[in-house]
């Protein structure tokens, strides 16, 4: 295998660059062109650093495009061919679920990757927080932290960016983060929901200090919290209906492990369906307890492992 040089400019991309010399980009070739300049993090390269691009370059010219005709086509039918190109289990047997009502709220251009990804994982997180708002400001801070949809406690869904594009959600350290492949190739769901409350002074107490009755409450051991504040029917209808929608859509599997608040790490790095995040982080309390895991299990014919 040879090389080719390649000096970074002032606003390169190392996916722009890899689209340059290999003519497409995917995960295989940042995996290889990252591991071949011990690249920690890829999405930080500096300008001027001569990064080495491998290839069977052998000394010759660029092959040459061949003659390719460009068909046009509507969204509904590149929908088709990208569903149909997710290799995936057979999703379960019967009618295919309606998309549930979904409202756009986009996201600016600069708080997320715009490039595609195929998708094998759906993750649940909750935003600790108190309100949609909150969350979406939180995403539009510096940094491309963020999830394609928010579910509100009323139950409605917001679409901040196109799901089958990525930002920053997990944040898995080390090794397992694997240039942050996991969060390439999972859709985020944000959950408005506060989390864990802990038991003082006969009080239930979140971390900000706000005060619940029992009735709000789920109890149950996370982490060092007692229980998690409940989440809304009319919310955990519509992740239900968004999660079995997202399913079919991507032909993602119909499983989710047994074990819903514990990090199974590194198992989960080759885990396909769906998942919390903390499964993914051992410091995390996302989802808890008070989610209602058997109803989405139920709804979405989940397989549980």
Known sequence: MTFKIHVV???????????????????????????????????????????????????????????????????????????????????????????????????????????????????????????????YAAFKQKGRVATPFIVAKSGAIYRLFDERCWAYHLGIPGRNAQNHRHDKRSIGIEIVNIGPVWRKGGKWVDYMGKSYSEAQIVQGKNRDAHGGVAFPADQVQSVCSLVNWLLTQYRIPRRMPADFMSCQLPAMCEFRGVATHQMFRKDKYDMGPAFPYRQLIETCGLTVE
């Open 9 to 135: 400019g002032q606003g390169d991309s190392l996916s722009k660059i890899i689209k340059k010399y290999y003519g497409h980009f995917d995960t295989r070739l940042l995996d290889m062109v990252a591991a071949a300049n011990g690249l920690a993090d890829p999405d930080r390269i500096r300008a001027g650093r001569k990064l080495k691009l491998p290839g069977n370059w052998g000394g010759a010219a660029d092959p040459v495009r061949p003659d390719i005709t460009d068909m046009a086509h509507s969204d509904r039918a590149t929908s088709a061919l990208v569903n149909k190109a997710q290799p995936s289990d057979t999703p379960r047997a019967g009618r295919a679920p309606a998309q549930p009502g979904i409202t756009q709220k986009s996201l600016p251009a600069a708080d997320y990757w715009k490039e595609a990804y195929h998708k094998d994982l759906i993750v649940l997180h909750f935003t600790a927080g108190y309100t949609w708002e909150g969350a």
